[in-house]
Each structure stands twice: as C-alpha cells, then as structure tokens.
C-alpha cells in the first residue's frame, strides 16, 4: 500500500476513534440509555419495559383506566402503543405524528385518547388518529391530564391552560387569576374531576370547580420555590409537593402544610414529580430516580437496572394499583427537547460537529478499506491468470 495512502488511514482511524471515544460512556454503560420502567412494589425492584427496541427518551406515558395493560407511550421519537403490559410495542400516529410526543391521556372509557406532538394535539380513536385544534399559546404542549368526567381534559402549554369537557373537540381558557395564565404542573382528582391543583408562578392553586376560580393554598410553603405537586394515592385530601429541595405534605387539601424529613440530595436539583405510596415517595429528578422508606427521613438514588445519573423525566402511577408506579429516563431532557420544538429545532439539531465529524470519518475508511480490498484481490486475481494454461 502507498505510503500516502496508509497515512490517510492512519489519520481517518485517529478520528473515529476520537468520535467514538465522545460517547464511550454512552455505547458501553447500559444504565446510561433512557427508557420506560414499571415498579409494582413502590420502588423497590423496577423492570425494564422497552427491552426490544431503542429508546433513548421516554417522556410521557399514560395506562387505561380500565385495562391495565393498555399503555400509551410517548417518546423522543414518536408514540407507541402496548396492549400487554410492555412486552410488545407496536408505533401508532405515524401518518400525523411526525417527531417527539410530549403528552399523552386516556379518556375514561380506555379507548379514546389525545397526544401531545410538535405541531400539535392529535385525538386517537381505536387505532386510528387525527389531529384536533390545538388552542393558541399551547404548542407544543406539555402536559395532558384526564379526571374522572368522561371527555373531560386538562392541557397546559407554554403560555396557556385550557379545559375541554368534549376530549379535545373544543377548549375552555381556566388560566385567568394564575400569574401568566399558565401552571407548570397540573395534578387532577381521580375521584372528584372538578378538583384540580397546578403550580404557576411557583405557588400552589387549587380549585373545585375544574378551574373556574384558583385559590392560593401554599402557608408554610417556600414562597415561589414550587417544583412539583401531586394527589396521594389513597386519601384524596392529601397532596404531596416538593419545594425548595424538600417534601412536604398537606392533609387538608392545602390549608396547612408542613415539612417532612431531610432534603433531597445533591443540591441544586430540579425535580419532575413525585408519587407516594404509604410511607414510601419517589421523586423524579434531573440527577435520577430517588425514593425513601420514611417519609423523606433518608433519601436513595435507585441504580441496579435504571439509568442512575439520566433525567428522569416523568412519573405516573397505575389506576388500579397505587404501587404501580412508572417512570421515564431520556438521554435528552423532556424540557430541553421542548425547548427545541418551540424554537423550531429539529432532530438534526442534537447532533454535534464530533459526532458529524466522526461519522463522515468511519464512512470514509469503509469506502478506502473497501477500494484497497478491491485492489488486491485485482491483483492477486492477475497473478494468478499469468500462470492458468489458456
């Protein structure tokens, strides 16, 4: 081979490794991929529910409320459906939904459902899906929250919060009297639809009449440090919420609130959600999953099959079973990928000029391996004829 030749391959060889070298951590770490995992013990063991396919982020994900193995399951890259718990996952909305799903709902009859994209709402019926009117100020939207009211739907956005009792035919504004006229974090009564709680402006508002008027219910509460608020599993007056790095609990529906054991971890920390189960609460962080035994008294961040140091993107909890808990990991956060959308990014947006680099680097070196291959076996193919009698 000429020495030229072999100089350039030393160099392209250099370079791929260099590209491969970037996301060593990523190609040999398991824990590092995102992906859907369920508990069915409150945190205690987790199962991977995406073994067969892909999926660096999950995002949203939300079980029927009459058959618990119907889930929906919005991605980083689109929206997938499983009718058996998670074993088995089929792609949905392909013909409208183009890029990540943000949001995802079931109706109250586990068949219709809405789902949240970058270019709008689309309501599934069955198998089959269609896009709906998004209202303005809610694309891309972030969050879907279904109640107990068949049709009934809570949407939140970048600058709006609506209503709509038709599941997504029509849209009823409810951000008037919350500071921007938008929540960050929508938590609905499963047992009474007209009981909504949000954060806006990082204060908790409750109503009880499905957003007609809010009430401020955060005494006692770090005043606009407000992350995430959730319904307890078991007694529809209690909330949980997490502010300033810290739980807190309320038995009154927000008229008292009080501070429960030490702070999360590893501050500062930006947290997505919790869940409780008797004594025992999940938070979902930007640093991972963490879960206490004690009401917050010691905190752990769950490792062996989750992703340990991944966003951890979402929380959602099983109609049926208040220790059936899911949660959602993502390579790219949920709220940098909406980020993008709403500035119009693309997907080619999440690559770098290493990883480009690297890529156009390894396609060369196949091309050169495979001309020098040629080559040889051309002139081996030459030799050999010289000495084969004619």
Request: proline residues 5%; aromatic residues 8%; hydrophobic residues 45%.
């Amino acid at each position: 081979m000429p020495r030229a030749t072999r100089g350039l391959l030393v160099v392209l060889a250099f370079a791929v490794l260099v590209a491969l070298g970037h996301g060593a951590s990523l190609a040999h770490d398991a824990s590092a991929w995102g992906g859907l995992f369920r508990t069915r013990d409150a945190g205690a063991t987790w199962l991977a529910l995406n073994p067969a396919s892909f999926v660096s982020g999950a995002l949203a994900v939300a079980v029927s409320p009459i058959d618990p193995h119907h889930l929906l399951l919005a991605t980083d890259t689109g929206l997938s459906r499983s009718r058996n718990g998670g074993r088995d996952w089929i792609l949905e909305a392909r013909d409208v939904l183009v890029g990540p799903a943000f949001a995802v709902a079931f109706d109250l009859d586990g068949e219709r459902a809405l789902a949240a994209g970058t270019t709008g709402l689309f309501r599934g019926e069955g198998d089959r899906w269609r896009p709906v009117r998004a209202p303005a100020g809610t694309a891309p939207a972030w969050a879907l929250a279904s109640s107990a009211t068949r049709g009934r739907v809570y949407l939140g956005g970048p600058a709006s919060l609506y209503r709509s009792d038709d599941w997504g035919e029509s849209w009823l504004a409810i951000g008037d009297g919350l500071p921007g006229g938008r929540a960050s974090a929508i938590a609905v009564d499963r047992n009474r639809s007209e009981h909504v709680v949000v954060v806006s402006g990082g204060r908790v508002w409750t109503s009880s009449d499905a957003g007609g008027r809010w009430q401020l219910r955060d005494r006692e509460l770090p005043e606009r440090e407000i992350d995430v608020v959730a319904f307890d599993s078991s007694d529809p007056d209690r909330l949980w919420c997490i502010a300033a790095g810290y739980l807190f609990r309320t038995d009154d529906r927000g008229q008292r609130w009080r501070a429960l054991g030490a702070p999360l971890p590893d501050q500062p920390i930006v947290t997505h959600g919790v869940a409780a189960a008797d004594r025992v609460i999940l938070v979902a962080t930007d640093r991972g999953l963490y879960r206490s035994a004690d009401d917050g008294a010691q905190w752990s961040l769950l490792g062996d099959n989750l992703p340990a140091h991944l966003d951890a993107g979402m929380l959602a909890r099983e109609p049926q079973s208040p220790t059936t808990i899911y949660a959602g990991f993502a390579l790219t956060s949920r709220r940098e990928l909406l980020r993008r959308a709403a500035g119009g990014g693309s997907p080619l947006a999440r690559l770098d000029l290493v990883n480009v680099a690297g890529g156009l680097a390894f396609l060369a070196l196949l091309l050169l391996g495979a001309g020098a291959l040629i080559k040889r076996l051309a002139r081996t193919h030459y030799r050999v004829s010289r000495f084969i009698p004619r």
